[in-house]
């Protein structure tokens, strides 16, 4: 099983053709001030027309958080998923039953599972408008809400976390569906004599993001969210080491290369989530050391920056009026180099990469190399609505001008290439258009939903060379070669795997396009 190394490839290199100079802002635009005091997108409107091939993609790729669900399922859509996991946490008498799985095994990691629920968020804050129209709002919540019950519930006291459920060596040793697991699910935990400032900081920004989408329908759970998220992220910030220093075991999956990123992505989100000023400070005192200004990088689970820079953004956009000069001048660092992603990704801007595909595909990593695509897509959605919204209307990249609509352009081009429109004509979105990977590797969708099998003679199915009995709906795989290719199977975990936090990008990018654009709303 080639799953160690699932870590490799997150990060990666950012290579333009050439390196801005954009700290002292090589890239101007006017900020219309707007009345709001604090984050407040304004403009309220109706969504426009329904893109149907997005709306069609965005109801495939919601299942997937249904085929990852642990614990006892309500509601159950998927017919081969029944109850599983349902002693996760007893040995400490925690209810660690829900979350969700992380891939084709059955590992609860803790870092990569904030991430989504952080995603998720952004994207039901975002785009919740859009995800209603198409009849998925509820389902988005609902799916978010399985993974912060579960956050909740590993957050026992103020600085004491759980961070992973399960034995990856003897999960990874046994292959069958998880209704079938009867192997410990031992725990792992950070504290302050074993810290991880960057779990508990996404933690912090998970829970922190869906205070505010439960706001309005749920103020009681979305308070507790919001207690649980200052009190990680003081835990994160005060006990200040990187999980994969304290406790080593977690580089073969999950490795972070540093909690800075983190700790920014968290306060952006507390200062939204609570409107205190002193998290606005945090970003603007720590942006010279964390922020890496200037220097574009890939959002993913290992690093924060670019939806950091996005996020913070929308302040300088929407609700900088009020704020000191010193916070305002930081947070136009934030924005410029939020300008400088896009315009690393915007294919005639000459700071443009070049790490990408002959037909156009952003491509980075060998491993899941569709998180990249598909993650700054998302994040160039969300641009180009503010951009629209602010009607602040364009972006310079180097002396070149570009336009809302340009990025939206952009985004549509790695969506429509992840389904189906690419030189394999093969649709990486499980369960989408007529051609999609049929050898996903996962347990679950590879193993009969009748058959009884044990930890070791369930290999037979990883082993076969029958496609999966049981589609993994909704789920997206790793994706091309940088040739383009793509080899259908099985035990090919670099290209075939798909995982729970793909999921939450693609979601965020096709509730993004699934009207012709949007106008950004407050977080409120
Ligand atoms: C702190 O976490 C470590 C690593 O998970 C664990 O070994 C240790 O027992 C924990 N400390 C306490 C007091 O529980
Ligand atoms: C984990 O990341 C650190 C920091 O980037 C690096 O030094 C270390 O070699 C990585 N570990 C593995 C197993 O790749
Ligand atoms: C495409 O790239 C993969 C990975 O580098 C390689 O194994 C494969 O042989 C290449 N296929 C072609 C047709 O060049
Ligand atoms: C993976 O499966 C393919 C056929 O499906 C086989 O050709 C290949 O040898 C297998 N690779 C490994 C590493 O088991």
Sequence with gaps: ??????????????????????????????????????????????????????????????????????????????????????????????????????????????????????????????????????????????????????????????????????????????????????????????????????????????????????????????STLLQHAEQLFTFANKYRASYSESIPEVQTYYNSTGYGDELLWAAGWLYHATGDHTYLDFVAQNGDDFANFGSPTWFCWDNKLAGAQVLLSRVSFFGASGLSSSVQSSLQKYKSTAEAVMCGLLPKSPTVTTTKTDSGLLWVSEWNSLQHPVASAFLVTIYSDYLLTSKTGTISCDGKTFKASDLRKYAQSQADYVLGDNPSKMSYLVGYGDNYPQFVHHRGASIPADATTGCKDGFQYLDSTDPNPNVATGGLVGGPFLNETYIDSRNNTKQGEPTTYNSALIVGLLSGLVTSSSVVRSFK
Aim: net charge negative; glycine share 10%; hydrophobic share 40%.
């Design 1 to 222: 099983m080639g799953e160690k190394g699932r870590s490799k490839g997150c990060v990666g290199w950012f290579l333009v053709v050439v390196i801005l100079a954009l700290v002292a802002g090589a890239v101007v635009i006017t900020i219309k001030k707007r009345s709001e005091s604090h984050d407040d997108g304004g403009d309220v409107g109706p969504p426009g027309a329904v893109q149907k091939k997005y709306a069609d993609a965005l109801s495939v790729a919601m299942q997937f958080f249904d085929v990852q669900k642990s614990g006892k399922l309500e509601g159950n859509k998927i017919e081969w998923r029944g109850d599983s996991a349902m002693d996760d946490g007893s040995q400490v008498k925690l209810d660690l039953s829900k979350g969700m799985y992380d891939a084709g095994d059955h590992i609860k990691f803790g870092f990569p599972m904030a991430f989504t629920a952080s995603v998720l968020s952004w994207a039901i804050l975002e785009y919740g408008d859009q995800m209603g129209v198409v009849n998925e709002l509820d389902a988005a919540k609902g799916s978010l809400k399985w993974i912060t019950d579960y956050l909740v519930e590993a957050h026992p006291s103020p600085n004491v976390l759980y961070i992973q459920v399960g034995d990856p060596n003897t999960d990874h040793g046994c292959w069958e569906r998880p209704e079938a697991m009867k192997e410990n699910r031992p725990l792992t935990q950070v504290n302050t004599s074993v810290p991880g400032t960057e779990v508990a900081a996404e933690t912090a920004a998970a829970l922190a993001s869906a205070s505010l989408v439960f706001k309005s329908s749920d103020p009681t759970y979305s």
